[in-house]
């Protein structure tokens, strides 16, 4: 079944393309997008994708992702996201829901209900605040559960679990 999603709140510049072979065109609020579309967050913007499980996906500035694959059955449905840079906190609602998020050094897989933080640059931390999430990478695989964090300098780095650090203003 085809599943869709929609960007349900827009602030700032941001723009969206149904694949990588389109041109840019700037995003608005109830706008529909599928597998193959990519979003993009200029500095200083927002943005927020509502998937068709409830799940929601939040994007700050200089974001760039694209939905690689969104897959339904009747075992549940399955999404994958490609963050390249930039920051999103993913809130899975349904128990059926499996969303991945791949980043330039390791993927991170939870089932729902879960809140996960994603942030890809220069370095990628993962950061859990309900539920659990999988990272897979160069080193192997870790679970990390409600309060875990974790912060990648590379593909290679050491899988250190540490606390998560305070709030800040995206949380």
Not at 127 to 133: D, F, H, K, N
């Amino acid at each position: 079944p085809i599943r869709l999603a929609r960007i349900c709140y827009v602030e700032g510049n941001v723009r969206w393309r149904t694949s990588a072979d389109n041109d840019w065109s700037f995003a608005s609020n109830n706008l529909p997008v599928r597998q193959g579309a990519q979003i993009w967050i200029e500095r200083k913007g927002r943005a927020e994708l509502q998937f068709d499980d409830g799940s929601m996906l939040r994007l700050g500035s200089n974001a760039l992702v694209t939905l690689q694959l969104l897959y339904s059955d009747s075992e549940g449905t399955f999404t994958e996201i490609k963050l390249q840079e930039g920051l999103a906190s993913l809130r899975l609602r349904h128990k059926l829901a499996v969303y991945q998020i791949d980043t330039p050094f390791a993927s991170v897989k939870a089932k729902g209900p879960a809140k996960v933080r994603v942030g890809a640059g220069r370095s990628v931390e993962f950061a859990v605040r309900e539920g659990e999430a999988t990272v897979e990478g160069g080193q192997g695989s870790v679970t990390l559960k409600r309060g875990d964090y974790l912060r990648l300098a590379s593909s290679m780095s050491e899988y250190e679990v540490l606390s998560i650090p305070g709030r800040d203003s995206w949380d």
